[in-house]
């Protein structure tokens, strides 16, 4: 499905050479669900942004289902997004003044799909999400975890093979973060789409089944998980530890330490 | 998609930035409107002092004191003088003409009862409404009679007897005029001609009751009697070069001058008197059109600002918009819809506006405007030029980024 092959992405800033991504390889299976981790400016998000097309790697070769990415130009790579590819953004990124269901339509849109069947498909959409009810409601109408839903469900609307979240929870309270993937698992089982979502949070990272970090633009680690957290389970405050005191909860501006230390963790690493 | 798909995106835009949109139109809206509503009044000004001087007669040399040229008024005009004697001489050596008429007039104080005015006073012979074209709505003319015997009689131009009496009769009315009682005897049908000197705002007196009753010492100098001007109504428009010609030869003896020397009188044809205000007139529509020029210019900033701010906000509308699949044509078009509609809806409006400006202006009396297709075109071309590149300029760098660096972009 992903293929990447001595990626690097470099960025000049002025005189001086910033190497984002420093010649990475990559694999990952249709259907798989992963976690890209690591501290802020590994280049976790660059990477994500590249295997969203969002943006193209400076060397290596990216395959995304057998088509060589790198070589495509802009329109080719619209295209791409359009029908391959669902994003997730941290600052979600709807439309302002625009009402949910003309933020779910706008990918249809650009697809091709016509009037009809987009209204149906977005509202579809919307009712995964469990916004069904918040149909014509504009993006200041509604709570954080509600504009990422509406950001979920535009990114599903398309029904894309893979669906891509940087991360998802980092502008929403620990609570409805949980909820949000709980949404993501929830769609991950239902529709099989390839889920891969950046998180600098370990908790939120252990619901996938293979998490991959990242350390100053290299592959760090890259890890299955042998039995990830089902949807609703507790945060780890509020499990019962048997072998020390309980950690406080895990959010990457409190703990940094624990991405350096995941042996801490709960986490079959 | 299709174009539908496009027009729909676009317009959502510009309804989901309610203000901007306004902002953005109210530039076009001012740029266009003072463009139109100048432009207006200076074709309005231009037509209605042409028009006076075509009003008069194609017939017509007039004859005055000094030089009257276009460009610096020369130094002579304030002193230089024209005498009755000249316009005797004039009546005596012009064969061709068909009426020379003297003509002193000046500015007056006219009552009738608790109502006054400042109107010009004229007074001439009796055939200068013949020669000025003007007719009579009521009571009669001034005569020869009336020349004879000094009578204080008048004869009202329509505004001045509206000003005096409203809706009453004038006719057999006293009116005082710089504090002489005159008996109204007449009124004109109103030229229609508005502006600068209006015969519907003057008043008509025998030249001798001017002179003896009227103007007293103002009218003399040195014992002599002075005019104003003096208008030659020719025969035939072929002799109207012949007298042009003659009058300045008569004249120069007249005042003892010598043929090359410079002449303290200027005598014009009608054509040659248009050619000077025309030369006034497009001074005065080139000023307008600076104005103007400024407004569109004022107008045009006001866009660009509108446009530039919003740059960031919409450069990273543009980056989701791509990364949610739209292609870099797909995105321009919209901007290009946007825009267009923009120009085209606040053009109207501003042409709209402008019109009323002048239609209001018209309304007021002053001038008669005329609004010209030609300044519609520029200032609706110029404004729409202004609000398509401003807006299209700052989507079209931002359609090339990538996604990622056009939703980073601050």
Redesign the interface.
Known sequence: MIDIENVSKVYTLGESEVRALDDISLHIAQGEMTAIMGPSGSGKSTLLAILGCLDVPSSGAYKLDGVSVEKLNDDQLAAVRSRKIGFVFQQFNLLSRTSALDNVMLPLTYAGVGGKQRRRLATEALQKVGLGDRLHHRPNELSGGQQQRVAIARALVNSPAILLADEPTGALDSKTGDEIISLFQQLHRDLGQTVIYVTHDPFIARHTGRIVRIADGRIAGDDQVEHPLAAGTPRPSDLALPNGPAPAPQTAATQPAALTLPAQLPVAA | ?DLL?NF??AL?ALS??KLRSALTMLGIIIGVASVVALMAIGTGATASITGQVQGTGSNLVSVSPGQLRAGPAAASANTAILYLSDAHALQAGLPDAKYVLPIFQGSTTSTYQQNSVRVNTIASLPTYPTVRNLSLAHGRLLTDGDERDVSRVAVLGSQTATDLFGPRDPLGQSIKINGTSFKVVGVLVSSGASGFSNTDQSILVPLETGYEKLFGVAANTTGRRQVSSVLISAKTPESVNGILVKADTILRRAHGLTPTADADFSVLSQQQLLQTLTTITTTLTIFLGAIAGISLLVGGIGIMNIMLVSVTERT??I????????????ILLQFLIETLFLSLIGGMLGIGLGWAIAEAVTLSKLITTSVTPTSVALAFLFSSAVGVFFGLYPAYRAS?L????A?RYE
Do not use: S, T
Not at chain 2, 402 to 405: L, T, V
């Open positions: 998609m798909d729909r995106i959502r989901a930035n990273r509308e980056g989701l918009r791509k990364a949610v699949g739209a292609r870099r044509n797909v090339r990538r996604p990622i660096e939703l």
